[in-house]
């Protein structure tokens, strides 16, 4: 397939075209469509509601059909370029230069799946959005843009080209169908949690409020006895916390196996290839020199077993719509190693470590118990003895949250690597090359003047790390040795 020819989306885009604006239309319009099929009858409808729905429909598609055939696409070798043409009424030529791409993502959504074709995303960074998007193509061509656009190689035109760079491909990991079970098991307990200790004050509310009405108290007085009573209530906040919990958990392993079943990390010279989902598959590819940092996700149920999960970041902002990162979830210690190994040119050696000084911890207790309780005392005073379970609860609970947090906080400094550890369940430990480090700042508190504590915000291409209420003048030593790195950088690029 020569691309270097303008090129259509698969015949298939026509229909897939017709479903997206289809519902595009019916999003943002059927609350007009309320009344007609509430206030008039089935004649009605039929008579007038029908034939304007189907008028709609007929030319949604035959926009549709020509949106199609002036949609196309093709590689402009001389200039390095991924040019599209659209536009029915409006021409657009939309050109990208191989050299400001990011991530070229083949995904397979559901329906996509149905009929056997792809769907073609092209990102560049700093955008929130994708630049590019082809929705109907074929894996072959698709596959050949990629590998255009992304290995800086001239346009594949031979079938057997592609063959032979497939064979010549490493498989670096494949995940189980029991690794994930295992991960779905054990990741994102902080978040169950938070949600079962919301289910059991709403419980425990919702009967505390029932019990208060005095028909209930005296019919319970006279015909059921306290404790038996008192014995059904706890058996059944207990039961429903487990059902709960087993249920969140349950959702959780489920999530997991759709969103990364078949997970297949390849080697390529310096990319990584992904491949990965059950009902919608995504194909990504992922350039060692487009790795900000990498974060190492365990908790302590993961680290006993020698699981975790690696997160690559890569430049630009993560938005709910595209994100610049990539999870690889349940790593154990030899695929972690060798993922490592293909970012980092040599294993990260740190020389100083700092930790939040306790006052970090003091300040949180202030800030997120003692206030907050102070601000409910004041509003409801009369009622406080009501609230005094709850309010002790939620004290224990934010002072291991804050202990914990306290305690895992930690930055490591090395000449080539800095490595910031933060987490109160599961461990965040952020690994960021010196040399993805932009700028270094400092910040400090008039009131931390006197004890010589600061903050420092380490900014990268693909987004910002803090590290605060530590030690400021070797946070400033530090500091000032960075940024002398990245102005001998910047002027080696000048």
């Known amino acids: 397939m020569k691309l ?25 319009t059927w609350v007009i469509f309320i009344p007609f099929f509430t206030k008039f009858n089935k004649e009605t409808i039929l008579l007038y509601v029908l034939p304007i729905l189907l008028v709609i429909a007929l030319v949604a598609s035959i926009y549709t059909y020509f949106s199609y055939l002036k949609f196309t696409f093709y590689i402009d070798e001389n200039n390095e370029e ?35 074709i792809y769907e073609l995303d092209i990102d560049s960074p700093g955008t929130n959005k994708s630049e590019v998007n082809v929705k109907a193509i074929n894996f072959d061509i698709a596959q050949e843009i990629q590998t255009y656009l992304l290995d800086k190689s001239s346009v594949v ?36 949690f938070a949600l079962l200790f919301s289910f059991v004050f709403y419980i425990v509310d919702k009967i505390r409020e029932f019990f208060k009405s005095d028909e209930i108290e005296n019919y319970i007085t006279s015909k059921i006895d306290y404790q038996i ?13 487990i059902l709960i919990f087993l249920l969140i958990i349950f959702v959780n392993i489920i ?95 740190y020389e100083q470590e700092l930790r939040h000084n306790i006052r970090w911890f003091f300040v949180r207790i202030m800030l997120m118990i003692i206030l907050p309780i102070t601000i ?9 003895m009501d609230y005094f379970p709850y309010l002790m609860a939620y004290s ?35 690994t960021i090359p010196v040399e993805k480090i932009q700028k270094v700042k400092l910040s400090q508190y008039f009131w931390q003047k006197k004890t010589n504590l600061g903050q420092i915000k380490i900014n990268t291409a693909g987004g910002n790390t803090i590290f605060g209420t530590a030690n400021f003048a070797v946070l400033k030593s530090i500091a000032k040795k960075y940024n002398q790195i990245i102005c001998k950088k910047y002027k080696n690029w000048i």
């Open 4 to 28: 270097n020819q303008p090129q259509r989306q698969s015949k298939w885009g026509i229909l897939i075209l017709s479903l997206m604006n289809t519902w595009k239309f019916l999003k943002s």
């Open 82 to 116: 991924f040019v599209i043409r659209s536009g029915v009424f409006n021409r657009k030529e939309l050109r990208i230069h191989r050299d400001n791409i990011q991530d070229i993502n083949i995904n397979q959504p559901f329906i996509h799946r149905l009929i056997g």
């Open 157 to 192: 035109k031979e079938a057997d080209a592609i063959d032979h760079e497939t064979k010549n491909e490493k498989q670096l990991l494949k995940l189980s169908l029991l690794s994930l079970f295992k991960y779905g098991l054990t990741a994102n307990y902080l978040r169950s």
């Open 229 to 241: 009573l008192e014995n059904s209530i706890v058996l059944t906040v207990v039961l429903s916390f």
């Open 255 to 349: 999530y997991h196996v759709l969103i990364y079943f078949n997970l297949k990390v390849e080697r390529k010279d310096e990319k990584l290839n992904l491949s990965y989902g059950l009902l919608e598959t995504k194909n990504a590819i992922i350039s060692s020199n487009k790795i900000q940092f990498l974060v190492e996700t365990q908790n302590f149920i993961q680290r006993k077993i020698g699981m975790s999960g690696l997160t690559f970041h890569q430049i630009g902002q993560s938005t709910k719509k595209n994100k610049n990162h990539y999870l690889i979830p349940a790593c154990n210690e030899e695929e972690k190693a060798i993922l490592q190994d293909f970012i980092w040119a040599e294993k990260p050696v």
């Open 376 to 384: 409910f005392y004041l509003i409801f005073s009369n009622e406080i």
């Open 396 to 430: 224990v609970l934010m002072l291991l949250i804050l202990f914990f947090g306290y305690r895992h906080g930690e930055i490591k400094f090395g000449e080539q690597y800095v490595q910031v550890q933060s987490g109160i369940w599961d461990i965040d430990k952020k």
